[in-house]
């Protein structure tokens, strides 16, 4: 039975924020909200829990989770940033954007595309959200909450509850956060390249 948690989108109690970060350190599942849909997160690095998210989910073992960050400065510990990408970086985020670039050595081999050694990061603008983030002190490892059959991701906490009480171990009422996915934008070669239009406007990244 996983637990729920209501937290004030504008001002997260830092007690529940507190306690939703032991339970990601202890190996948990949770759902929170971003700036474009309800996610599903766990502690980077967890084999264990991301397997749980890929049940959930139903997913390939190629699929590419995105780790979110709290700023530019995590996100340059697990990325290859030269200074034109910095700069387009620096311009949209935190934004309901997902940006694929080079890994570094930091991040784990299982979540790296496996050819390209390319991953996905995002920096949101959502207060719980950073609220997490800063108390985990690193990055969680993250995807969309959309369930398998599904096109649209869930947007109701209480239906959240509902359906995945017994799959993870936390769900946090973050009130509506939006149902249009991060728009996808490939950064890992010379020109950017949109690969999916989404809640961010995409124009800044168009030649």
């Known amino acids: 039975m996983s637990q729920f948690f209501q937290v004030h989108p504008d001002n997260p109690q830092a007690r529940l924020v507190r306690q939703a970060v032991d339970i990601i350190r202890a190996g948990g599942v949770i ?4 700036d474009s849909a309800y996610a599903l997160g766990c502690q980077i ?8 998210i890929r049940r959930i989910r139903r997913l390939e073992a190629d699929h590419n989770f995105t780790l979110v960050c709290r700023d530019l400065s995590e996100l340059a510990t697990y990325a290859r940033v030269d200074n034109t990408q910095y700069r387009l970086l620096r311009n949209n985020t935190p934004g309901p954007y997902t940006f694929i670039l080079k890994a570094t050595s930091e991040v784990p081999r299982r979540l790296m595309h496996a050819k390209r050694r390319t991953v996905g990061l995002r920096v949101p603008e959502n207060n719980i959200a950073q609220a997490l983030l800063a108390d985990l002190d690193e990055p969680l490892m993250s995807v969309t909450l959309i369930l398998p059959g599904d096109e649209l991701p ?8 509902d359906t ?4 993870v171990d936390l769900v946090i009422d973050g009130g509506y956060c939006g149902m249009e996915p991060t728009s996808v ?6 020109l950017p390249l949109v690969l999916r239009v989404g809640k961010g406007d995409v124009t800044p990244f168009e030649a």
């Open 154 to 161: 869930l947007i109701d906490p209480y239906e959240i509850r």
């Open 164 to 167: 995945l009480e017994h799959d």
């Open 185 to 190: 934008i490939d950064l890992a070669d010379d």
């Open 45 to 52: 690095g967890d084999k264990a829990a991301l397997d749980r």
């Open 31 to 34: 759902v929170y909200p971003t």
